[in-house]
């Protein structure tokens, strides 16, 4: 039987937990009092900064109204290369996948919280909107939903272009190819600030995170996720765009169309 003091810190916003598969990886969740069996799980990615808890407060009124709990992984920088920030962007970091350490932390919640593991909601802003996307590329199935913010670089849907700016080595570097009768089924969300013109982060050859070619999507974060969109219509994918208007690279700036998306799909097929 558990402690007085290890239920307390089960409920509302939890303690930050190690993963248990890699104790390098962490999380947090916020857990309604009134929450019920097989309950809605909405997955928080973090960006750059990694605010991960956050990004858990931000949707505390949320998960209060729906019964969801919020799971916000942890994923440090510097876990091989102390200067490195952008490991988990990518998937594939130094032999860490991190889209299966993501899936090993919500099989984790899920023996000790009353959630619904099988799919779940995804939202990434900035840096988390380029692991989210990617993700889904990877695991349709395991999605509800997906939301994808802001993402500096994109990988299009594209098998002439390489890894990471396009698919062509897909499954050579992961082991299936893309379920693109999977990928419709899911619903998804592009969003970004109709200000987030800035692009002293995205334009910056010579750097870890730069491909020649990612300049050809477009100059700023608002035109990069309009390619992504032109291309998800291309392949009958199920796209929904909101541009928040004056908003710019402020993730917590638009989660109130983040809200409207999960709020629409929580409770649908099962979840």
């Not at 810190?9 to 947090?28: E, K, M, N, W």
């Not at 919640?109 to 692991?131: I, Y």
């Not at 477009?218 to 992504?228: F, I, N, P, W």
Request: a neutral charge; proline letters at 5%.
């Amino acid at each position: 039987m558990r402690d007085r003091a290890s239920e307390f810190y089960r409920r509302g916003r939890t303690t930050i937990f190690a993963s248990p598969v890699d104790q390098r990886l962490h999380y947090c969740l916020y857990v309604p009092e009134a929450i019920v069996d097989r309950a809605p799980l909405v997955v928080m990615q973090h960006g750059t900064n990694r605010s991960a808890v956050k990004s858990r407060d931000n949707m505390i009124e949320f998960a209060d109204e729906h019964g969801a709990v919020i799971l916000a992984p942890i994923f440090p920088a510097g876990l091989v290369d102390p200067d490195d920030i952008h490991n988990y962007k990518f998937i594939d970091y130094r032999g860490i996948r991190f889209d299966r350490m993501l899936l090993s932390i919500v099989d984790e919640v899920a023996r000790r919280f009353p959630v619904a593991p099988e799919r779940f909601h995804l939202h990434g802003f900035s840096g988390g909107g380029q692991f989210t996307h990617r993700f889904l590329y990877l695991h349709p199935d395991r999605l509800a939903s997906a939301s994808i913010g802001a993402p500096g670089r994109i990988t299009q849907l594209d098998d002439t272009l390489p890894w990471w700016l396009g698919t062509r080595d897909f499954e050579q570097r992961f082991g299936a190819p893309i379920d693109f009768g999977a990928l419709r089924r899911v619903p998804i969300q592009l969003v970004v600030g109709s200000a987030d013109t800035e692009t002293w982060e995205i334009d910056n050859p010579g750097d870890s995170n730069w491909m020649d070619g990612v300049e050809q999507t477009g100059a700023t974060r608002v035109e990069r996720l309009r390619t992504l969109e032109r291309g998800y219509r291309s392949h009958g994918l199920d796209v929904t765009f909101d541009l928040v208007d004056g908003v710019g690279h402020r993730g917590s700036q638009v989660l109130g169309a983040v809200r409207r998306f999960f709020g629409e799909h929580i409770g649908k097929r099962g979840q």
